[in-house]
């Protein structure tokens, strides 16, 4: 079983920054894809970014050149940064794994998801 655990979120004022972490645990013996997600009220789950295991990255238009993946491998940590923060980004953000687990088995696991909030 796989666990993730996201943290970082919160309130900040438009033009903004914050960092989103998701620390994935568990029998863990690779993970390929890790990403962001979001979902804001009244509207369906979106992509917001993934990175792979090699670090090329894919971003959603709408946050491209505001916003960095990264992910330290060892750690089996996925990072958001998320600089220039609008009004629209306001969401809840989701972490996603995908990976195999120690039996060789396939897994996809969702974080609990963390509130950020844009306001001024």
């Known amino acids: 079983q796989v666990q993730l655990v996201e943290s970082g979120g919160g309130l900040v004022q438009p033009g903004g920054s914050l960092r989103l972490s998701c620390a994935a645990s568990?029998?863990?013996?690779?993970?390929?894809?890790m990403g962001w997600y979001r979902q804001a009220p009244g509207n369906q789950r979106e992509l917001v970014a993934t990175?792979?295991?090699?670090?090329?990255?894919n971003y959603a238009d709408s946050v491209k050149g505001r916003f960095t993946i990264s992910r330290d491998n060892a750690k089996n940590t996925v990072y958001l940064q998320m600089n220039g923060l609008r009004l629209e980004d306001t969401a809840v953000y989701y972490c996603?794994?995908?990976?195999?687990?120690?039996?060789?088995?396939?897994?996809?696991?969702w974080g609990q998801g963390t509130q950020v909030t844009v306001s001024s």
């Open positions: 990175i792979k295991r090699g670090g090329s990255t």
């Open positions: 996603n794994v995908d990976g195999v687990v120690s039996t060789l088995r396939s897994f996809t696991a």
């Open positions: 568990g029998s863990i013996f690779s993970i390929y894809v």
